[in-house]
């Protein structure tokens, strides 16, 4: 028997996992190589900590016949910490009472902490599409009233005071729309153009950076256009720039550069993001696109993760340089594209447009600024009022709010299409349904200032 035991203690010696004997009061009086390397013993010598405080475990109330598994964190080399499930029964062997196998789950468990963290950003993500939703509909009615009154403001003076509150009040709709652009993918593929994406971001940034950091931009005189969505590459830009922000000590310098280059006979679109932070040391730089790898203590290690995705979802290309104590550079590379910037004028005379909202203040909003443009407009508060509306008069275009309170967008959509099959149709949401962007010619995310609305009806019409 004892024979038998020797050549299973030198089986275990050898086995690849941590491997603890104990004795009847609980010291261990075995451990083979494994375990002296995963917690740094000296194999010369017994360590003088007992099986229940190494485990954090009462291995007292363990029945005889039977095993018992849990799990702990343990502390290894090199000044590190695993966790590790451990089996632990008892065996009759010379001086050994009972043994403990480890196997090291830390891996799984980083792996099942990052699918909880996935699963509340998921939720996270619908509350607040739900709540820009409602900000929306607030922002748009109150920003309707401010554009009535602004228009029949003659006093310089309270001109200046109005227009001050309309500006703030643009800042929230940048807010929800970042909010929104944040919780949702990507939806369809388009041309953006450069120059006012980094506009719209840093414009709301600024607010957010020390005032001892200077926002440098470089950008081409001319207007350039990149093959993106333009939310992502609103996220891109947003989550660089958070990034270059917190890298820094509360003072230097973020360089935002953005031109047209010539590689392999083909343009591209360079877009840089720089700073005179910290700098990362080379170990750090390898993992930063990891997703929730952060090094920051209130940090979610999504931003980097999320900026790599969008640039390789679109064919993109990015790139990174750092140094300890010398700053970071990110350089995405886009597709770049071109688009026709002449835009025939509409005929506004013989247009008519059905105009559905829900919202009695984007209602009044829509109707006055587009008969102010010259247009015939027919205001439906709901779906019934729409079919009501399409029952006795023709129109050339629909303006579809996707949420309404008695009949689905989806459902106004197929009944245009079926009796007014050469109609345009405008669907306007603050988070469009991505299964809808194919029926419909264009859409346009809430909240939308008026220039935003005409816009959209002009290029739509204009589109051959």
Known sequence: MIDANKEILKILDIAPVPVIGWDVKGSIVYYNLRAASDFGWNYTYLPEVKINDLLNVDLDILPPGEAIIHSSKVKTLPGGERIFEWTSFFVNMEHISGLTIGKDITEVRIMQKRMEDLEKLASTGMLVTQISHEINNIVMGVMASFQ???????TDELYEEISEVKKTLERMVSLARTLILFTRKPRNRASVEITK??????????HLIPTNVKLALELPENKIFADIPE??????????LINARDAMNGYGM????????ETGGKHIVRLEVSDSGEGMEE?????IFEPFFTTKLDGTGIGLFTVHELVTMFGGKIKV???KGRGTSFRIYLPYTREETRMAEPTTS???ILFIEDEESILKLGERILEKKGYRVLPAENGKKAMEI???????????????????GRKLIELIRSKYPGSKILLSSGDVDPTLVTSVDATLQKPYTPAELILSIEKMIDRK
């Not at 719209?200 to 940034?205: A, E, L």
């Not at 399409?390 to 689905?408: C, E, G, H, R, Y």
């Open 350 to 352: 013989s247009l008519s």
């Open 254 to 261: 973020i360089r935002v550069v953005a031109k047209k280059e």
């Open 390 to 408: 399409m029952k006795n008069f023709k129109f050339n275009v629909a303006v579809i709010d996707q949420t309404l309170p008695d009949i689905s």
């Open 321 to 323: 340089k750092s140094k």
């Open 283 to 287: 170990e750090i730089m390898k993992r």
């Open 231 to 240: 939310e992502a590459l609103y996220q891109i830009l947003l989550n660089l």
């Open 148 to 154: 009535s009154i602004i228009e029949k403001v003659k």
């Open 197 to 206: 994406i980094v506009y719209d971001v840093t414009n709301f940034v600024k």
